[in-house]
């Protein structure tokens, strides 16, 4: 064994449990776990986000919808308390007790009294109270479908965005190695004297304008990568799904505006009509008179003067309100429930006239956009490509202009952005004409 000056070295306690062979085994199966969570953590991120997936997750974690269902069900609780009779009130006391001498046995009228009360509100008055609220109840639930659509829609159309920016830096970055080309041939041409210095610089600059692009567009795409999260969370991280929703067909615009009438929204209105109906009737309620039962029971002590013990007494009596004075109360509180169903009828009216305007705008929009694309895709695209392929040829017959050239393939990139772009904000229209019209997609 090795040593120095006489001794043998030794490993410190703490380095030897570093060494332990059990110790290092523990850790490499650690090491090893950790790596398996890492990996698996990375492959989850790596899967594409389709359209799907993002709706179900938007659904799933929307605390909007889950409020206003929440909302819902306390009303619907309000509804069945409304309806139901007040608490019995339990009155307890002592009635005629002597202040300055005796006690319950010294005069005749001393009681010790225990008595209940029962208010008896008017029957029309509870069923229109209850009603008001089972009709707030159904119109929360309503709003909260509407909300469901909606958080569909603004998800499908922040994926769709996403889409877009992420397609659009796949078209740049496949046609940037062609302008890369360029670049090096023309600098290797002028090199040789058979160009001149303004066709590399121009080569040069649209290359940079490239990589501007580039820039420009993954500035965009995380922006549209955090209005998605808004909906989704961190999965909208995500690559999105190369596959492209196929919504190409759209119902009548008679048929859509049909639909308009049990659009959610709509019928959340019509429930807020019900619930001021009900707001009237409880009103008119109010005139009828409220009533009220007291029992009563009072115990004495002592004797008569024949000997004979006391009697007890029981009571009996009935109150009923008198609405004589109604200007300032019954009448105002009936006036301004008419004005509630006046306001909320006159609401609906507005409502159904913006879903409508909303409607017919979208619909021509989508019309629009589906001519345009079908002009893109039936001679713009094949065009483009034409020229561009047109200009190469005759700048290297020398028979055309670099700066042509550039031109050609530029306005040719351009124009398959373009056409994506038609096809994401068709998409977008479908999904807003879905919404409006209640038709699945």
């Keep these: 064994m090795l040593s120095i000056g006489g001794q043998t070295p030794r490993i410190s306690t703490k380095y ?14 650690l090491l090893v776990l950790l790596a398996l969570v890492a990996s698996a953590a990375h492959s989850q991120a790596s899967i594409p986000l389709t359209l799907a997936e993002a709706e179900r997750l938007a659904l799933d974690s929307e605390p909007g919808q889950a409020a206003m269902i929440a909302r819902a069900d306390a009303l ?37 009294q225990m008595g ?30 509407g909300r469901s659509e909606d958080v569909l829609t603004a998800v499908r159309q922040a994926w769709l965005e996403v889409y877009y920016w992420e397609r659009s830096h796949a078209i740049v970055d ?27 610089l121009l080569a040069e600059l649209e290359l940079s304008r490239m990589d501007d692009r580039l820039l420009e567009i993954n500035q965009q795409h995380m922006q549209a990568i955090a ?15 190369e596959k492209f929703p196929s919504w190409t067909d759209v119902p009548d615009i008679v048929v859509l505006h049909n639909a308009l009438t049990v659009h959610p929204v709509v019928e959340a209105a019509n429930s807020r009509i019900d619930a001021r109906d009900a707001g009237v009737d409880f009103a008119e309620a109010n005139f009828k008179p409220e009533w009220a039962v007291d029992l009563g029971y009072g115990h004495r002590n002592g004797m008569l003067p024949s000997g004979e013990p006391r009697s007890d007494f029981l009571s009996l009596s009935v109150s009923v309100g008198l609405p004589f004075f109604t200007k300032n109360r019954q009448d105002r509180k009936l006036s301004a429930a008419l004005g509630e169903r006046r306001a909320a009828s006159e609401s609906k009216n507005q409502l159904m006239r913006q879903l409508s305007s909303r409607l017919d705008s979208e619909f021509a929009r989508w019309q629009d956009l589906s001519r345009r ?5 039936q001679r713009i695209l094949m065009q483009a490509g034409e020229h561009a392929q047109a200009t190469l040829v005759a700048y290297q017959s020398d028979a ?13 990139l351009n124009t398959r952005i373009e056409h994506l772009k038609l096809r994401v904000e068709r998409a977008q229209s479908y999904a807003m004409l879905a919404n409006l019209g209640g038709f699945s997609q």
């Excluded at 059990?22 to 850790?27: K, L």
């Design 400 to 412: 055309g202009d670099f700066s042509d050239v550039m031109r050609g393939f530029i306005n040719d």
């Design 116 to 145: 209940i009360r029962q208010a008896i509100l008017s029957g029309d008055r509870r069923a229109a109270s209850s009603r008001q609220f089972e009709s707030l109840a159904r119109e929360m639930r309503q709003g909260a479908n």
């Design 16 to 29: 030897s449990r570093v060494l332990n062979p059990s110790t290092m085994g523990w850790r490499a199966s």
């Design 174 to 200: 496949e046609s940037r190695p062609f302008f890369d080309d360029m670049v090096r041939v023309t600098r290797s041409l002028y090199s040789v004297g058979r160009r001149d210095q303004q066709d590399l």
């Design 373 to 377: 694309i079908d002009l893109y895709e």
């Design 76 to 112: 619907e609780d309000e509804s069945v308390f409304a309806g139901e009779l007040p608490d019995p009130t339990i009155r307890m006391g002592i009635a005629n007790y002597p202040v300055e001498s005796g006690g319950f046995t010294t005069e005749g009228m001393s009681q010790v």
């Design 227 to 241: 209005r998605l999260s808004e909906w989704i969370g961190g999965a909208a991280r995500r690559p999105i799904a």
